[in-house]
T-cell receptor, first 111, second 117 residues
Framework: AQSVTQLGSHVSVSEGALVLLRCNYS??????LFWYVQYPNQGLQLLLK??????LVKGINGFEAEFKKSETSFHLTKPSAHMSDAAEYFC?????????FGTGTKLQVIP | KAGVTQTPRYLIKTRGQQVTLSCSPI?????VSWYQQTPGQGLQFLFE???????NKGNFPGRFSGRQFSNSRSEMNVSTLELGDSALYLC????????????????FGAGTRLSVL
């Protein structure tokens, strides 16, 4: 069985500050890991994906995530927050189309 | 390529009624999955269809059902609506094929927001 834990349902950062959204997974086999973003009144959009080719994964809009097997983590970061980053972010573990989503983290960016 | 299209975007129903939601996947995608999103429960998997067959199913009561047509379009039906069924229902499609990309990346529609009064 696989599961995903996102620490912090709400995260607030100042514009220009570092964004760090946490995701820990548990999986009996090496998983495929994803981060999705959801803007208000929209569906989920793929931000980035981990496929075991490289531990540091770069995504869209300046986001990146690092896969750390020893910590079973896949935290999402962005060096400098922008107002347009305000959204809800979901970490997901997936294998053979069985997808498990985390509970989501709402990011607030303060001007 | 057009994205995943869900209709209608908004629905208001009353308890006891039934509702049908529609999803048109990206052209060429044969897998369609449905999710229920609520503030309390987050994203919960309902079911997945591939080539007109239900391939995976989540833990929802039998009031929730779906089907997929030969053109890959999918419908979801909820019968005897309850207040707790109020949610955003998301549809996602996946590419066809056998590689990991085909099996694991999902493309989401904007959702149908259902309100049950």
């Amino acid at each position: 069985a696989q599961s995903v834990t996102q620490l912090g349902s709400h995260v607030s950062v100042s514009e220009g500050a570092l964004v760090l959204l946490r995701c820990n997974y548990s999986s009996s086999v090496p998983p495929y890991l994803f981060w999705y973003v959801q803007y208000p009144n929209q569906g989920l959009q793929l931000l980035l994906k981990y496929t075991s080719a490289a531990t540091l994964v770069k995504g869209i809009n300046g986001f990146e995530a690092e896969f750390k097997k020893s910590e079973t983590s896949f935290h999402l970061t962005k060096p400098s927050a922008h107002m347009s980053d305000a959204a809800e972010y979901f970490c997901a573990v997936t294998r053979d189309q069985k997808v498990t989503f985390g509970t989501g983290t709402k990011l607030q960016v303060i001007p | 390529k057009a994205g995943v299209t869900q209709t209608p975007r908004y629905l208001i129903k009353t308890r006891g009624q039934q509702v049908t939601l529609s999803c048109s996947p990206i052209s060429g995608h044969r897998s369609v999955s449905w999710y229920q999103q609520t503030p309390g429960q987050g994203l919960q998997f309902l079911f997945e269809y591939f080539s007109e067959t239900q391939r995976n199913k989540g833990n929802f009561p039998g009031r929730f059902s779906g089907r997929q047509f030969s053109n890959s379009r999918s419908e979801m039906n909820v019968s005897t609506l309850e207040l707790g069924d109020s949610a955003l229902y998301l549809c996602a499609s996946s590419p066809s094929g056998t590689g990991w990309l085909a099996k694991n990346i999902q493309y989401f529609g904007a959702g149908t927001r259902l309100s049950v009064l």
